[in-house]
């Protein structure tokens, strides 16, 4: 056989300089968002148990809270609110003073350099913790998939208007992204991107966000909107829809137990894509970190890694400020 002039990818891990040279992945603080909880109150930062380090804030204490991971080079914030009362029609969700409205205001009047995206959702607002309207049947209820449009339309428009640079569908009605793209547009707002939730799965991991943001459906469960976490071919076929629809963005949610599907989304469409790791991803991570059971921080790093190399250019982590630090650090 004689000498063989075999590859030897060893060569090209000698040095720190040479490791760098080759990397085909970074992570970078420009691709953090920093989900947010709002509820109405002076000096209140309420902890949310299964997510140390995570907080229901007052306006004030968001305000400190989004400038410290502002200073720190995160770009942007996610906004979720807790209204002080939820109705059947999820008034709070689209009042011009509701409690989402009222935040971003005082964020762009304080921080106008911090992008703010909003979560447009209704489940919040309802006393029932769905997405949509109900109509209750014998097996518990029904959600009414056209009349909840003109309502998330009308919360997304109600955004805008206090100052939202980006809105965020996180229902998963049919049609939504058009309706909401067609509300924007006719109010003038033909430049306030839309970041869809595209690909969003029935997923148990969002468990501990329910308590953070008190959304707990009280009946039922969100199957029969949210998609079956055994597909994906559907995945691919609910973002060319909102695509079609006029999405800007697409998400994929959960993100670490759903790589394929940020992978074939971002190879499929080539589209700006976003990955969620949602609430019991980081409430895991933590978990374990508190332990000493893992590197908290290796292991947050790795895994925002991965998605980054599965296909996100956006990564939406309750970590952000933390990875910002550490990015800093590094
Ligand atoms: C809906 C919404 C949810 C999350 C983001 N937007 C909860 C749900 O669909 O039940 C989950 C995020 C997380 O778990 O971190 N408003």
Redesign the pocket.
Known sequence: MGQFPAYRSRRLRQSAVLRQLVCETRLDVTQLVL?LFVRSGRKLRRPIAAMPGVFQLSPDELIGEASRAHQLGVPAVLL?GIPETKDAKASGAYAANGIVQQAVRLLKKELPQLLVIT?V?L??YMQHGH?GIVQRDKSGGRILNDPTLKLLARTAASHAQAGADMVAP??MMDGRVRAIRTELDRLGFTETPIMS?AA?FA?A??????E??E?APKFGD?RSY?MDPANAAEALREVALDIQEGADIVMV??ALPYLDILYRVKTEFGYPTAA?A???E?SMTKAAGANGWIDERAITLESLLAMRRAGADILIT?AAAEVARWLKAD
């Open positions: 989900p979720f979560d959702c489940c919040e997405y996180s229902d939730y969003k997923s991991f969002y468990g501990p966000f329910r953070a943001a959304s969100r949210q949610k959960p969620y949602v609430s019991a980081y309750y």
